[in-house]
């Protein structure tokens, strides 16, 4: 999998995701950031991001922030990859990344500079009327955040119905 959190003029963060043995390593990242950079980049200079950290690997799908429809429909146009919009539930989302963290099923190589960087700047904002992070240094930690809650949370185990015909 990849997840990515869309930025323009905030930073664009992908990583790319795989699995061995019911643990998700994020393996590798692209990190772009246009302010530090100078220039921003289009929807499709970011397509060519994400192949390129994808490489010839087997991608099941692209999730992406829920509110980057443009990018959404370009991964789309392509068709090289399914782009799936992510959950964004951000509370439920937290307690769900630190649950994994927590529980050993989601790790991060040391090459992840970037998300290393974020989860210790990471912050809570004391001046909210209720609990939210800060929106800044946050880029990282909303991709993992959209592939825990679209990906990982559907893998675990819940409570399932079946509906049968009366006779």
């Known amino acids: 999998?990849?997840?990515?959190?869309?930025?323009?003029?905030?930073?664009f963060s992908c990583g790319l995701w795989g699995e061995k043995d019911g643990?998700?390593?994020?393996?590798?990242?692209?990190?772009?950031?246009?302010?530090?950079?100078?220039?921003?980049?289009?929807?499709?200079?970011?397509y060519a991001e994400i192949q390129a950290l994808a490489g010839d690997l087997p991608v099941r799908a692209v999730i992406v922030d829920p509110s980057a429809a443009s990018f959404l429909a370009c991964i789309r146009?392509?068709?090289?990859?399914?782009?799936i919009p992510?959950?964004?539930?951000?509370?439920?989302?937290i307690r769900q990344v630190s649950d994994a963290l927590r529980e050993g099923r989601l790790r991060v190589a040391p090459c992840c500079r970037d998300t290393i960087r974020e989860f210790g700047l990471y912050r809570w904002d004391a001046r909210a009327a209720k609990d939210l992070p800060r929106k800044e240094h946050d880029h990282a930690m909303d991709d993992i955040r959209y592939f825990v809650t679209t990906v990982l949370a559907g893998q675990?185990?819940?409570?399932?119905?079946?509906?049968?015909?009366?006779?």
Do not use: I
């Not at 675990?156 to 006779?167: Q, W």
């Open 1 to 11: 999998y990849l997840s990515c959190d869309y930025g323009t003029v905030n930073p």
């Open 23 to 46: 643990v998700w390593y994020r393996l590798r990242e692209y990190y772009y950031d246009s302010r530090r950079e100078g220039a921003q980049k289009t929807d499709e200079e970011y």
């Open 77 to 83: 146009r392509h068709g090289r990859y399914p782009a």
């Open 86 to 93: 992510a959950q964004n539930e951000v509370l439920d989302g």
């Open 156 to 167: 675990e185990e819940g409570f399932y119905a079946l509906a049968a015909a009366r006779r």
